[in-house]
């Protein structure tokens, strides 16, 4: 990680070289900026990972949700940061929150959901396809502790105010607190580019994506789909 490193943003590439991005680009650099705005005024992984996507999707003219339903969602997210309840030993926040908003745009729904029960297959190839699998890649676990090994060398028990402040100041000192390395700008950018793919598809194209989720299932008895 090199501290001090900042990320080409759309203004600044427009001003410097008179590049107008496309709208998918700049949502996704708009999702790691402000994931990693937030963890240092919102703080918490799940939560912030979350209003990073769903903000940054809004930039570019994309609602997912209402305002209303936002803040809810929020509330509920919140509890799950620091590896569930802020323990350390479960999922990752920013895994929690990234693959949030992507089930929410793949809108299975209770409805679509009772006609064809193989709908929910479409919900979890997008979460693993793009947020478990690139938590995989590039950090080879998807927890909180494991996470932070990764990045620090050591866990930390954010529950302890004084294991909190530590932490806090790691990040720092090991450059995590920019949009290329912080886990939750990542996360939310990730989050972003599913989404992003999701909500462009046809009709035509989920429903193809299920056969063949579903034919793979079927047939392909290794973990992998």
């Known amino acids: 990680m090199v501290?001090?490193?900042?990320?080409?943003?759309?203004?600044?590439?427009?001003?410097?070289?008179?590049?107008?991005?496309?709208?998918?680009?700049?949502a996704i650099i708009k999702a790691r900026e402000l994931g990693t705005g937030y963890q240092g005024t919102?703080?918490?992984?799940?939560?912030?990972?979350?209003?990073?996507?769903?903000?940054?999707?809004?930039?570019?003219?994309?609602?997912?949700?209402?305002?209303?339903?936002?803040d809810k969602l929020f509330t509920g997210l919140m509890g799950l940061t620091g590896g569930v309840g802020n323990s350390g030993i479960g999922t990752c926040g920013a895994v929690n929150g990234a693959s949030f908003v992507v089930s929410l745009a793949t809108n299975v729904t209770i409805e679509e959901n009772a006609k064809d029960n193989a709908n929910r297959w479409l919900a979890y190839y997008n979460v693993k396809h793009y947020i478990g699998d690139k938590f995989m890649k590039r950090?080879?676990?998807?927890?909180?502790?494991?996470?932070?090994?990764?990045?620090?060398?050591?866990?930390?028990?954010?529950?302890?105010?004084?294991?909190s402040k530590e932490l806090f100041q790691i990040?720092?000192?090991?450059?995590?607190?920019n949009p290329y390395d912080c886990t939750i700008g990542t996360a939310?950018?990730?989050?972003?580019?599913?989404?992003?793919?999701?909500?462009?598809?046809?009709?035509?194209?989920?429903?193809?994506?299920?056969?063949?989720?579903?034919r793979k299932q079927a047939t392909d008895?290794?973990?992998?789909?």
Not at 3 to 26: A, F, H, N, V
Not at 171 to 177: D, F, H, L, V
Request: hydrophobic fraction near 35%; glycine fraction near 8%; include cysteine.
């Open 188 to 214: 939310a950018g990730w989050a972003v580019e599913g989404a992003w793919d999701i909500l462009h598809q046809t009709p035509e194209e989920r429903e193809a994506l299920k056969k063949e989720i579903v």
């Open 171 to 177: 990040a720092t000192e090991k450059g995590c607190r």
């Open 3 to 26: 501290e001090g490193k900042k990320l080409e943003t759309p203004k600044k590439l427009s001003m410097d070289w008179g590049i107008e991005l496309p709208p998918k680009k700049r």
């Open 42 to 70: 919102i703080i918490g992984c799940s939560h912030c990972t979350f209003l990073a996507a769903v903000n940054a999707l809004e930039s570019e003219g994309i609602k997912l949700i209402s305002e209303d339903i936002k």
């Open 221 to 225: 008895q290794s973990t992998q789909y």
């Open 139 to 163: 950090w080879g676990a998807i927890t909180c502790r494991e996470i932070q090994i990764k990045n620090f060398g050591r866990a930390y028990d954010s529950r302890r105010p004084e294991r």
